[in-house]
T-cell receptor
Framework: SQQGEEDPQALSIQEGENATMNCSYK?????LQWYRQNSGRGLVHLIL?????REKHSGRLRVTLDTSKKSSSLLITASRAADTASYFC????????????FGSGTQLTVLP | SAVISQKPSRDICQRGTSLTIQCQVD?????MFWYRQQPGQSLTLIAT?????????ESGFVIDKFPISRPNLTFSTLTVSNMSPEDSSIYLC?????????????FGPGTRLTVL
C-alpha cells in the first residue's frame, strides 16, 4: 500500500509567494526526505529530517515533521519560476532496510 | 553527494523485446535500488540490488521480468524483459553511500522507456 499521500496534488502560485506542501504517511519511520523532480527527469534530494527532529531549514526550504500526526510539510519561501517542479516526500520505514516509499507528489507551478 | 549516470537516457522499443539499463556510480556504495515511475505517477520500488547475491524484489515484481545484476559496488543493471506498452515508464536507480550517516538516497537521471 502507498505509504505517503501528498496534498495538494497541484499548486499554482505567483513568483515571490510561499508554497506549502503536505505529506502524510502511515507507519513509523526512521526519517523523511523531500525530493524535487523537473519534468520527468531524475530526482534531486532537497532535505532529510529524522524522526527525532521537528523542524529543519535549508536555504529557502523549511521542513516540519509531526510524528504524532504522521505528517510533514515542506515550505518554499520567496518562490521563483525555477522552483516549478514536482515535489515528493519519501519515507524510510523502521525495519525497512532503507527502501523508500514515495508519496503521490505535488506539482508546483510558479508563475513569473 | 554521489554522481550517478544511467544508460540509455531514453529508448523506444518494440513489444516483446528486452532492454538493459545500466547504472554507474562514481564511488562505492552500500545500497543500490531500482525504481519505476509510470506516466504521471509517483515512484515505486522494484528491487534492492545486492552485491554478490540475488536482488530482493518487492511485491508485484519478479526476477524473470526484471532481472538485476550487481557485479560490484559501483555498478548495476536492470533488464526489462519481454516488454509490453504497460512497461513504458521512467526507470531510476538510487544509491546510498557507504559510511554516510545521513541515510540520504541519491538518484540517477532516469531512463525514459517507451514501448510500442
Amino acid at each position: 500500500s502507498q505509504q505517503g499521500e501528498e496534498d495538494p496534488q497541484a499548486l499554482s502560485i505567483q513568483e515571490g509567494e510561499n508554497a506549502t506542501m503536505n505529506c502524510s504517511y502511515k507507519t513509523s519511520i526512521n526519517n523523511l526526505q523531500w525530493y524535487r523532480q523537473n519534468s520527468g527527469r531524475g530526482l534531486v534530494h532537497l532535505i532529510l529530517i529524522r524522526s527525532n527532529e521537528r523542524e529543519k531549514h535549508s536555504g529557502r526550504l523549511r521542513v516540519t515533521l509531526d510524528t504524532s500526526k504522521k505528517s510533514s510539510s515542506l515550505l518554499i519561501t520567496a518562490s521563483r519560476a525555477a522552483d516549478t517542479a514536482s515535489y515528493f516526500c519519501a519515507t524510510d520505514a523502521k525495519g525497512s532496510a532503507r527502501q523508500l516509499t514515495f508519496g503521490s507528489g505535488t506539482q508546483l507551478t510558479v508563475l513569473p | 553527494s554521489a554522481v550517478i549516470s544511467q544508460k540509455p537516457s531514453r529508448d523506444i522499443c518494440q513489444r516483446g523485446t528486452s532492454l538493459t539499463i545500466q547504472c554507474q556510480v562514481d564511488s562505492q556504495v552500500t545500497m543500490m535500488f531500482w525504481y519505476r515511475q509510470q506516466p504521471g505517477q509517483s515512484l515505486t520500488l522494484i528491487a534492492t540490488a545486492n552485491q554478490g547475491s540475488e536482488a530482493t524484489y518487492e511485491s508485484g515484481f519478479v526476477i524473470d521480468k526484471f532481472p538485476i545484476s550487481r557485479p560490484n559496488l559501483t555498478f548495476s543493471t536492470l533488464t526489462v524483459s519481454n516488454m509490453s506498452p504497460e512497461d513504458s515508464s521512467i526507470y531510476l536507480c538510487s544509491v546510498e553511500r557507504a559510511g554516510e550517516s545521513t541515510d540520504t538516497q541519491y538518484f540517477g537521471p532516469g531512463t525514459r522507456l517507451t514501448v510500442l
